[in-house]
Nanobody
Framework: VQLQASGGGLVQAGGSLRLSCAAS????????MGWFRQAPGKEREFVAT????????YYADSVKGRFTISRDNAKNTMYLQMNSLKPEDTGIYYC?????????????????WGQGTLVTVSS
């Protein structure tokens, strides 16, 4: 599956952004999907993931209550609604996919990655 992330930009602290991840290829609904981010000088980290059926969603503690992950299997698209953004949310956000089943929060289990979209939150 090929992934294309979009929706990043510059926003003030407290603002909102909605990221999208469009998937091409087939069988989007058979993939668990996720968002990961990488801040300057730091390792890539887990943000949120969603199971193939959207029956399960998982969030990093740092974004719980502020971010919402969702997917539309009919449109082959995943979303990340980000509210109450903080400067520490700044980074490149990557969408990723893995075959369904097993762990859904481990970065290493995700084999397909998009190119990333930059989110910058100013204070």
């Amino acid at each position: 599956v090929q992934l294309q992330a979009s929706g990043g930009g510059l926003v003030q602290a407290g603002g909102s952004l909605r990221l999208s991840c469009a998937a091409s290829g087939h069988s989007f609904s058979s993939y668990d999907m996720g968002w990961f981010r990488q801040a300057p000088g730091k390792e890539r980290e887990f943000v949120a993931t969603i199971s193939w059926s959207a029956g399960g969603t998982y969030y990093a503690d740092s974004v719980k209550g502020r971010f919402t992950i969702s997917r539309d299997n009919a449109k082959n698209t995943m979303y990340l609604q980000m509210n109450s953004l903080k400067p520490e949310d700044t980074g490149i956000y990557y969408c990723a996919a893995k075959s369904r089943g097993g762990s859904i929060t481990k970065l290493a289990d995700f084999g397909s990655w998009g190119q990333g979209t930059l989110v910058t939150v100013s204070s």
